[in-house]
C-alpha cells in the first residue's frame, strides 16, 4: 500500500498558505488526545497525512530505515523484527493507526528511553513541508551529518507546528540476544537508591519502573552479559515481562485507568518530592526511566504542578485530560521570544496546527 | 582570500576597545598586531584573518555586556574556544570582536548520582572525563583532539569521534545547556530532566557553529565506564572485502564501541610514526574495539573473529593485553600527524557516506587522486561511514594549495551525489561554504538563514560561516539540480 500524495499535501498547504487559512494535521489519529485544543483548529481545514506511506529505504546492514510519515509505526516495527532490529526508542503507539510521523512529530519515547535515547536521538533526517507549502529536506540517511542546523531534530516533539513530516529518516538497532526482567519489592526510595547505584555501574540495563511498591528493571544484551547482570543484581524474574512492558509503554497498567487526568513529569532522577500540597496525593506515581520520569494521576490544578515541577527544573505535561488546556510546561519570555521567531521562520502565516503547542504558537 | 562577509561596525575600533576595556580588566582586551596573531586561524590554517580585537572574559555577566555592546553598535563577534576546529569556524572577523571563551575552565559541578557534569565552555574534552573518573563515569563523545578541544567547540560543532556508533554524537550527550544571545540575554536550554518543555532548542543549538548564540554552560551526561574494552585488529588485501566486512559485524548484531578503518598508504604512514605492529603488506585494515561487561565482550570477541574471517581477513589479531590494545590505538589516533610527516602540508576531509558506497567512492577517489596528482591517505570512522581522506600537498608549490582545495569539493561533492553529506564532524564554517550549495537548494539555504534570523536578525554572530547566501551559491555555480530544477533561478546567471 504505497502512496506518494506529497504534490497533494504540499498543493492543500500552499492554497490554505495563500487564504491565510488553519490547518490541523493528521494521520493515524491515535494521538489526537495530546496537546491542547485551540478555538483555532476546531475551524481549521483537516491535512490527512496517512495517504503517504511506504517504506522508502531499508538497509539492515547501514542500520537506517526511511519511510513515507504515514507509513503505520506497526509496519516499520514488523519489517525490522524480521530482520532482527528495532526502534531503540520503544515509541508508545496508542493505536494500531499510529503513524511513524506522528511518532516523530509527538518525539513519544518508550521504557528504552533513558537507556538508549529519545526518538529525536535516532532521527537522522526528515523530508518537510513548511507552513508557506515548499518541500524542503534536512539531515539525511547517515549517521553523521553536521551540514546546516538540526532542523530535522526541531522538528521532532514540534507537533506539526513547525512543519509537516513528509519523510524520516531513523537508525535502527539490533534487538538484544536476551532479556531478562528482576523484579523487587521496596520503597519508593530504596527503588530509587537502587536504580541509582545500577545506573552508575555498566550494567546493560534496558527499561526500569516503580509502582504498587514494586521495582522492575530490565536488563537486554548479549546472553553471558544478561545472565551475569541477573546474578549481580538478582531479585526475582519476571515471566511473562515483555507483556508487562508493553502494557507499561501503551498505557495499559491499571495505573492508568484511573479516572483522573494523567499527568507526565520529567525532571531530575533523584527528585524525593514533587513538592505539591499534601492533599494533592503525590505519591500517586509511576516511576520510569531510572527515577527521570514520573506519570501521576492527580485533580491539582495544571498551574499548582507546573509551579512545583519548574522548582525542581523540569517540566509538566497534562498527558490525558479533559479539557484543561495548559498542557505544556509554560516557557520564560525569552524562551517563548525564541519559540515565536522560529514559528515565524516556518510558518509565518501561523497556519499549521496553530495553538496546538502553545497558544502563542 | 577568504573574507567572510563586510558587515561594518558603527563605532570606532578606538571606542569600541574603550568600552570593552569598561567592561572587562585591561589585560582581557587585546588589539596590539603580536597579540592577536595567534587568533589569526583556527585548526585549517589555510584561512586566516586578524580580527580588531580579542576579549577573554571570565563570567558570564561580562559575556552579556559584550555582546550587549557589539549588539548595540553592529560590530561581529566570533566565538572562539581552543581553536582546534578544522573547518575555519573560529576564523576571525576583520572588523569584529573576537570572544575566546578560553577563561571559562571551571568544572561547576559532577554529580555521579544524577549522571552528569556542568562545566564551563572552556573546559576541555578530556578534562571532564578525567574529573569525572573517581566516580567510575566518563563523558562518551572522543573527538581526536580531546586533550585540547573544548567542550563549547564540542558543542558548536556537534562533534564525534571513534565510539559514536555506539555511544552517540556530542547532541546525544548533552542535558542543558546556557546560552546568552546576541542581545544579551541569557537562556537557560533544556531543565534537569531527560527532555524538556517546547521545541529542541538543545539539538538546534547543537552544531550551530557559533551562528545562533554564546554557549556559557554545558550540563553533560555521563557513562559508567565499560568493565572492559578490547581490540581486535584485521588485515584484509582488498578494501571492499574490509567494508563487507563492516556490514557483516553489524548484520551478526554487534554494535562495537569504536570500528575504524586505514588504507595502504594511512597504515604505512603510522607503523613508520609509531611501530603499531600493522600489517604493512594489507590493503586496509580494520580496528574493531568491543567494549562493555566482561563477559559480553567475550562472547562478541569470538563472534567477530568468526564474523571477520568469514569475510576474507588475511589476519585477525586480538590484543593480549591493555598495553598491546593501547598501542594498536594509537596508531590510528596519531594517523593525521603520521600522514602529516609523509609530505609538507595536508588536507583533511570530512565527508559522510552510506557505508555501501565506500567502494564506489573509494575508486572514484583514487581517479580524482590521479587526475590532480596529490595522493590521498584514507582514515575511515567506517562504522558510521564518516570519511576522512587526507590530502597530500605542498604549499610552497604554487598553485598547489588551490588545486587540493578543488580536489577535496569534488571529494566532498561526491560523497553527496552517493547520498551521503559534505560533513560528518567538522562542520562547515568558512570552508565548506561553497559545497552547501550543492547539498541544499535554495529553499533550504533560505530556511536556514531564517532560523538564523530568528536568534541573530543582524547577522552579527559568526557573519558570512556556515550558510552561504544564495549570491555566493549562484556565483559558486552549485549544481544542486533539484529534479530537473535549475538551481536558484532567482538569481542572474554568473
Ligand atoms: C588533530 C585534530 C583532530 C580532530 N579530531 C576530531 C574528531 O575526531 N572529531 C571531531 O568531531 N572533530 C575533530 N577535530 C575538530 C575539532 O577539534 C572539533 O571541531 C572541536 O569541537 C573544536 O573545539 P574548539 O574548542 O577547538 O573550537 P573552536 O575551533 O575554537 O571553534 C569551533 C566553532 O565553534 C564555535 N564556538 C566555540 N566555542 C563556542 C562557544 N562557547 N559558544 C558558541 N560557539 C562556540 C566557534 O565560533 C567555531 O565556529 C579535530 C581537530 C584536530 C586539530
Known amino acids: 500500500m504505497n502512496s506518494d500524495i506529497s504534490q497533494q499535501l504540499q498543493q492543500q498547504v500552499q492554497h490554505a498558505f495563500e487564504r491565510k487559512a488553519a490547518l490541523s494535521i493528521f494521520a493515524g489519529n491515535s494521538k489526537a488526545f495530546y496537546g491542547r485544543s485551540d478555538a483555532r483548529a476546531a475551524s481549521a481545514e483537516i491535512l490527512d497525512v496517512s495517504g503517504h506511506r511506504g517504506v522508502l529505504n531499508y538497509e539492515p546492514t547501514e542500520l537506517v530505515i526511511t519511510a513515507r510519515a504515514g507509513t503505520p509505526l506497526r509496519e516499520i516495527e514488523k519489517l525490522l523484527e524480521e530482520n532482527g532490529q528495532m526502534l531503540p526508542f520503544e515509541p508508545p503507539a496508542f493505536s494500531d493507526n499510529a503513524t511513524i510521523g506522528g511518532t516523530i512529530a509527538c518525539n513519544l519515547s518508550g521504557p528504552r528511553r533513558a537507556y538508549t535515547g529519545a526518538a529525536r536521538d535516532f532521527l537522522l533526517g526528515c523530508k518537510i513541508i ?6 524542503l529536506s534536512f539531515g539525511g540517511e547517515v549517521m553523521k551529518n553536521v551540514a546546516g542546523y538540526d532542523v530535522s531534530r526541531l522538528m521532532a516533539g514540534a507537533m506539526g507546528t513547525l512543519g509537516i513530516l513528509l519523510e524520516v529518516s ?59 547482570a541477573v546474578d549481580t543484581i538478582s531479585g526475582e524474574t519476571v515471566t511473562a515481562a515483555e507483556q508487562y512492558w508493553q502494557q507499561l509503554r501503551e498505557q495499559r497498567l491499571d495505573f492508568f485507568t484511573e479516572e483522573k487526568p494523567l499527568w507526565r513529569i520529567s525532571l531530575a532522577s533523584d527528585t524525593v ?9 503525590e505519591d500517586n506515581c509511576l516511576y520510569e526511566w531510572g527515577g527521570a520520569l514520573r506519570w501521576l494521576k492527580s485533580d491539582a490544578p495544571a498551574e499548582t504542578i507546573q509551579y512545583a515541577v519548574a522548582e525542581l527544573d523540569g517540566h509538566a505535561t497534562l498527558f490525558r485530560h479533559d479539557g484543561d488546556n495548559n498542557v505544556f510546561q509554560p516557557l520564560t519570555p525569552g524562551l517563548m521570544r525564541i519559540h515565536q521567531n522560529l514559528k515565524q521562520a516556518f510558518d509565518p502565516e501561523n497556519i499549521l496546527n496553530p495553538g496546538k503547542l502553545y497558544p502563542e504558537l | 582570500m577568504h573574507s567572510p562577509d563586510k558587515t561594518t561596525p558603527e563605532i570606532s575600533s ?77 576564523l576571525p572577523h576583520e572588523q569584529g570582536v573576537l570572544l ?72 546525544h550527550n548533552i542535558q542543558q545547556l546556557k546560552i546568552i544571545t546576541i542581545d544579551g540575554e541569557l537562556l537557560t536550554i533544556s531543565g534537569s530532566g531527560l527532555d524538556s518543555a517546547g521545541y529542541d532548542l538543545l539539538a538546534l543549538m547543537t552544531g550551530s557553529e557559533g551562528m545562533l548564540g554564546v554557549i556559557v554552560e554545558v550540563t553533560v551526561k555521563l557513562l559508567p565506564k565499560p568493565e572492559r574494552a578490547q581490540v581486535i585488529l584485521a588485515a584484509f588485501d582488498d578494501v571492499v572485502k574490509a567494508g563487507e566486512a563492516v556490514g557483516n559485524i553489524i548484520a551478526a548484531g554487534i554494535i562495537p564501541g569504536g570500528l575504524e578503518m586505514m588504507d595502504k598508504l594511512a597504515i604505512r604512514a603510522a607503523e613508520d610514526f609509531v611501530h603499531a605492529g600493522y600489517p604493512l603488506q594489507a590493503e586496509a585494515i580494520l580496528l574493531c574495539e568491543l567494549d562493555g561487561t566482561n563477559e559480553e565482550v567475550s562472547q562478541h570477541i569470538l563472534k567477530v573473529r568468526e ?46 557516506i552510506p557505508r555501501k558506497q565506500l567502494p564506489q567512492v573509494l575508486k572514484a577517489m583514487a581517479d580524482l587522486s590521479a587526475e590532480y596528482e596529490l595522493p590521498v591517505a584514507n582514515v575511515f570512522h567506517a562504522g558510521d561511514g564518516n570519511l576522512h581522506p587526507l590530502i597530500l600537498y605542498d604549499a610552497n608549490i604554487p598553485g598547489e594549495l588551490e588545486r587540493t582545495e578543488e580536489f577535496g569539493g569534488k571529494i566532498l561533492e561526491l560523497c553527496v ?19 552547501m550549495c550543492v547539498q541544499f537548494n535554495s529553499l533550504e539555504l533560505q530556511q536556514f538563514h531564517a532560523v538564523k534570523a530568528a536568534f541573530d536578525p543582524d547577522g552579527l554572530l559568526n557573519p558570512g560561516k556556515a550558510v552561504p547566501s544564495l549570491h555566493r551559491c549562484a556565483e559558486f555555480g552549485a549544481m544542486h539540480v533539484h529534479k530537473g530544477e535549475l538551481p536558484f533561478p532567482e538569481l542572474e546567471r554568473f
Open chain 1, 130 to 135: 513548511n507552513g508557506k507549502g515548499e518541500i
Open chain 1, 170 to 228: 531513523l537508525k535502527v538497532l539490533p534487538v538484544a540476544e536476551m532479556e531478562s526482567t528482576q523484579l523487587f519489592q521496596c520503597t519508593a526510595a530504596e527503588a530509587l537508591d537502587r536504580m541509582h547505584a545500577w545506573s552508575q555501574t555498566p550494567l546493560p540495563l534496558s527499561a526500569s519502573s516503580y509502582h504498587d511498591s514494586t521495582l522492575r528493571v530490565r536488563l537486554s544484551g548479549a546472553t553471558e552479559a544478561v545472565k551475569a
Open chain 1, 273 to 281: 518530592s514533587l513538592g505539591l500540597p499534601a492533599d494533592y496525593n
Open chain 2, 14 to 90: 578606538d571606542a569600541l576597545i574603550d568600552s570593552l576595556q569598561q567592561i572587562i580588566p585591561l589585560d582581557s582586551v587585546l588589539f596590539e598586531k603580536e597579540d592577536l596573531k595567534p587568533y589569526e586561524c583556527d585548526g585549517l590554517s589555510a584561512y586566516r584573518a586578524i580580527p580588531l580585537v580579542v576579549v577573554l572574559p571570565e563570567t558570564i555577566e561580562q559575556v552579556k555586556q559584550i555582546l550587549t555592546l557589539c549588539h548595540q553598535y553592529r560590530v561581529p563577534v566570533v566565538a572562539r574556544g581552543a581553536g582546534t576546529g578544522l573547518s575555519g569556524g573560529a
Open chain 2, 100 to 171: 575566546s571563551l578560553a577563561k571559562f575552565t571551571n568544572i561547576i559541578d559532577i554529580n555521579p548520582k544524577r549522571r552528569i557534569a556542568t562545566v564551563q565552555p572552556g573546559v576541555r574534552n578530556l578534562a571532564i572525563s578525567q574529573a569525572a573518573d573517581q566516580y567510575g563515569l566518563y563523558y562518551a563523545p572522543d573527538p581526536s583532539s580531546q586533550i585540547a578541544c573544548t567542550i563549547g567547540g564540542n558543542v558548536a560543532e556537534n562533534s564525534g569521534g571513534v565510539h559514536c556508533l555506539k555511544y552517540g554524537l556530542t547532541v
Open chain 2, 307 to 352: 564474523v571477520l574471517k568469514q569475510s576474507g581477513a588475511s589476519e585477525v589479531r586480538t590484543a593480549r593485553d591493555e598495553a598491546e590494545r593501547q598501542v594498536l590505538w594509537q596508531g590510528r589516533k596519531a594517523a593525521f600527524p603520521a600522514v602529516g610527516r609523509l609530505s609538507p602540508d595536508y588536507y583533511c576531509m570530512d565527508g559522510t
Open chain 2, 417 to 435: 551525489e552517493v547520498g551521503g553529506t559534505i560533513t560528518g564532524e567538522h562542520g562547515v564554517g568558512m570552508e565548506k561554504i561553497n559545497q
